[in-house]
Every structure is written in structure tokens, then in C-alpha cells.
């Protein structure tokens, strides 16, 4: 997996904090200047990112894994 080279992830934010609006997210010094985002392939091979999206089966939701990332690649854009 590649490293973040910016303080935060909007990726991390988004999952971590699924209600946060973009006011929410400056509010809490996530912006365009210090925040990153990595392709969704990097995420799939972090450990964090599959156990969140493994389901109770021992499968990686991909579809739902794909709606989170879509969701914080608009919020980055």
C-alpha cells in the first residue's frame, strides 16, 4: 500500500465518520491542502479497510467498499 504523504485521508474521514458534511470536515481541519486520497486499490490492501468492509461470511463487500470510496473520491473532487 502506498503512504499518505498528507496529514489526513479523506477516505479514513468518510468511513470513520459517515454523517461529517463538508462544513464538518473543515471545521476539523480536513481540506484541500492537507488531505489526500489513494486509489481505491490501495485501500483494499489495508488491513483497517478490510476488516471494515469483510462481512460476517469472511467476504470483502466490494459494492459497499465501492459506494464509500465513490462517496469520499466527490467530497476529495
Known amino acids: 500500500?502506498?503512504?499518505?504523504t498528507k496529514p489526513n485521508d479523506i477516505f479514513a474521514s468518510v468511513l470513520l465518520n459517515p454523517t461529517a458534511d463538508i462544513p464538518d470536515m473543515l471545521a476539523n481541519g480536513v481540506n484541500g491542502t492537507n488531505t489526500g486520497l489513494l486509489t481505491a486499490d490501495d485501500y483494499k490492501h489495508s488491513k483497517f479497510v478490510q476488516q471494515a468492509f469483510t462481512n460476517k461470511d469472511g467476504v470483502?463487500?466490494?459494492e459497499k467498499f465501492n459506494q464509500?470510496?465513490?462517496?469520499a473520491q466527490e467530497k476529495y473532487n
Not at 1 to 4: A, G, I, Y
Open 1 to 4: 500500500m502506498k503512504e499518505v
Open 60 to 62: 470483502f463487500d466490494v
Open 68 to 71: 464509500v470510496y465513490n462517496y
